[in-house]
């Protein structure tokens, strides 16, 4: 295991009707003026809006409020924020909704206090050190941007998809009601499993030895994942599976799972660019995507898709070719995001093969990190490979 440092500051209010208390907890955490940011339609639809309004009013907090984030959050939308935040006086950024709402609300805070253009932060020209304060209401299981310093933002122009990180844009408090999880589609809700579960992949192939206990709480988060997101699938309103996956997310991101060993990052940098060409669900993206990537780095360390194979997918152990059972590893992990209705190629995610070398080019691969180091090459073979990928 290798030296770390873990900070987790974030409260975690978990719970039903949760929501209600918001007004305090933006008070407790020094907020005088909130912009309370949130997505489309089904946060004021389903009264959310309303209840977090009620409880700011509530507790002597005004607001003013930015609705409108797009699934992938637009750099647009966070220019707009910054001028709200700045004109407004807001001194606290609470987010109402998924990733996206959550990511946008910590690229606003990084902006009203940056003298520079804030995606300085996701070029790589400058990196984050102080922000504005930012609270969370969560409405989807995915992105894990609830306990993380980290946000993904997409520049319209170009269409660039990249992250930002740092501990100063870690939430001060998260409000996480499974029940708020409850009227989302299957489709969403499967996306954000396998947002999760990519989070933990991330993690779990390392070329770190020895790390026993952050393996086996990944393969606790994976095994929680597999059980419970079919039981959503099938029955949307079954609390207490909502409650295990809503928790899992925070617990998958906020890198628990992930301290004192090296991580990979390569299939979230390799489907950031389909995401950003053909504007799917990031973790529709990361079904295609990661699959094919265990594919093409399997052979770096066998044995290590061989762990995956047998305690996460209950796969026979085949000591006579390890390689038979980290293939079937990785079909099992396949057949098993097939099964709960994400799509496993191109044709499936309305991708095309022809775009390959355009998403080669903007993603510039052969930065020398990862499980594997990937370049151009390595990358455009992983993409042919998620194209033609079947079950």
């Known amino acids: ?110 902006g009203v206090v940056y003298e520079g253009d804030f995606w300085d932060f996701y070029s790589g020209k400058a990196a984050p050190a102080k922000a504005l304060p930012v609270g969370t209401v969560l409405t989807i299981a995915a992105a894990g941007s609830e306990g993380s310093g980290d946000s993904v933002i997409t520049k319209e122009e170009g269409m660039l998809k990249r992250g930002a990180g740092g501990d100063c ?66 029955d949307p309103n079954n609390y207490e599976a909502r409650a295990n996956i809503m928790w899992a997310g925070m617990v998958a991101h906020n890198n628990i799972v992930g301290v004192g060993r090296g991580q990979d990052w390569n299939s979230h940098a390799i489907e950031h660019e389909l995401s950003g060409m053909y504007d799917c669900a990031h973790g529709a993206g990361l079904a295609v995507i990661m699959p094919a990537w265990m594919e093409y780095v399997m052979n770096h360390n066998v044995m290590r898709f061989c762990q995956m194979a047998t305690r996460v997918f209950g796969c026979a152990m085949n000591f006579e070719n390890p390689a038979e059972t980290a293939k079937a590893g990785i079909k099992a992990f396949r057949s ?55 079950v």
């Open 1 to 110: 295991m290798e030296n770390f440092n873990f900070y987790s500051p974030t409260e975690f209010v978990f719970g039903k009707d949760r929501e209600n208390e918001v007004g305090a907890l933006v008070k407790k955490h020094g907020g005088s003026k909130v912009l309370v940011h949130f997505g489309g339609g089904s946060a004021v639809k389903s009264g959310l809006i309303d209840r977090v309004k009620a409880s700011l009013d509530a507790a002597g907090v005004p607001h003013v409020e930015l609705g409108g984030v797009h699934p992938n959050p637009l750099d647009t939308k966070v220019y707009e924020g910054i001028e709200i935040c700045r004109k407004e006086g807001v001194d606290f950024i609470l987010a109402v909704g998924g990733g996206s709402s959550i990511d946008s609300a910590k690229a606003i805070a990084m």
């Open 169 to 234: 844009l870690r939430p001060r408090f998260s409000v996480l009601n499974p029940a708020l999880t409850c009227t989302l589609p299957a489709y969403q809700t499967a996306c954000g499993a396998t947002d999760i579960m990519a989070h933990v992949f991330e993690r779990y192939f390392t070329n770190t030895t020895e790390v026993e206990i952050t393996d086996r709480l990944c393969e606790a988060v994976l095994c929680t994942m597999v059980k419970e997101t079919p039981r959503v699938i099938a």
């Open 336 to 390: 098993f995001l097939k099964s709960i209705g994400m799509p496993i190629n191109f044709a499936e995610l309305g991708a095309k093969e022809e775009d390959i070398p355009e998403m080669v080019r903007k993603l510039n691969p052969g930065n020398g990190w990862g499980f594997q180091p990937l370049n151009a090459d390595d990358v455009t073979k992983v993409y042919q490979i998620a194209a033609k990928a079947t």
